[in-house]
């Protein structure tokens, strides 16, 4: 399902809009918005071959585990996103090192959830101690060869992003 199915009325005029679900327009004042993937952002903060991991804490995914980030917010420098997210549920400051790079995914793994663009760096931990905050009820450090199984983890790109990082370590 897209961003924009089932708008039927303009959010500042309440006139009927025209479109389709990647773009619709208010004949009235003109309002007109675009369908899009939310970006995300999140890092592999590495500890030698060790990486950080978060399992959530709620739904979508309760219980697996995932790469601590969250959802940028408007406007927002990635950087600064990814900086500001780390520390909210790890309690750690980071500063990103590597970009990985860009997956799809949608919030919440079926048809009917919001498509996300997911952009990943590793990171590196420069202050604080690794605390479970926000929407994070645990933090683990998982050896490069010891990761947790395809089930045991949250969204469909998460085995695909820590795939990518254990090649890239292989090749160190």
């Not at 959010?11 to 675009?34: H, N, S």
């Amino acid at each position: 399902m897209g961003e924009l199915t089932g708008w039927q009325w303009c959010p500042r005029c309440r006139e009927e809009l025209r479109g389709d679900e990647q773009r619709v327009e208010c004949p009235a004042c003109g309002f007109t918005a675009y369908a899009s993937s939310k970006a995300t952002v999140g890092a592999l903060i590495e500890d030698g071959d060790r990486v950080l991991l978060a399992r959530r804490a709620a739904d979508p995914f309760r219980g697996r585990w995932d790469i601590p980030g969250g959802f940028l917010e408007e406007g927002e420098h990635p950087h600064d996103g990814l900086r500001r997210e780390l520390r909210e549920e790890t309690g750690l400051e980071v500063e990103p090192v590597d970009f990985l790079g860009v997956w799809m995914d949608r919030y919440g793994g079926d048809s009917t959830a919001e498509a996300t663009l997911n952009l990943y760096w590793t990171a590196r931990a420069f202050a604080g101690e690794p605390q479970a905050a926000d929407d994070v009820d645990d933090l683990r450090w998982f050896d490069r060869d010891e990761l947790p199984a395809p089930g045991e983890l949250a969204f469909q790109n998460v085995p695909l992003v820590l795939a990518a990082w254990r090649a890239r370590h292989e090749h160190t």
